[in-house]
C-alpha cells in the first residue's frame, strides 16, 4: 500500500515538472521559492527530472505493492490441521 501512495506521488511529481517546464508556464509563475529555482536550472535537466520521477512512480504502481496470498487454506479438524486445500 505504502508503494503504492509513493508511486502516486511521485507520478504527480513527474507530471507536474514536465507540465511546469513549459516554456510559457514557467515564466507565468510567481512563487518566490519556486520561480527562481526554475529560472535558473536548465530546462533539459527538469525535463529529465519529471520523466524519471513519472517512471519511478509508473514502476511502483505496476511493479510494488501487491499483496500475495497463498493458494492453499488450511483444512482443520478441531485444532489441528489435517491438509490444505487450493482456493
Do not use: C
Request: net charge positive.
Amino acid at each position: 500500500m505504502i508503494k503504492k501512495i509513493i508511486g502516486y506521488v511521485s507520478l504527480i511529481l513527474g507530471a507536474a515538472l514536465l507540465v511546469i517546464n513549459i516554456g510559457a508556464l514557467k515564466t507565468k509563475l510567481n512563487i518566490p521559492i519556486i520561480t527562481p529555482i526554475l529560472t535558473s536550472v536548465p530546462s533539459l535537466y527538469i525535463t529529465i527530472a519529471g520523466v524519471v520521477l513519472a517512471g519511478i512512480g509508473l514502476v511502483l504502481l505496476f511493479k510494488g505493492g501487491t499483496s500475495k496470498q497463498s493458494p492453499e487454506v488450511p483444512i482443520y479438524h478441531g485444532n489441528k490441521v489435517v491438509g490444505y486445500r487450493r482456493r
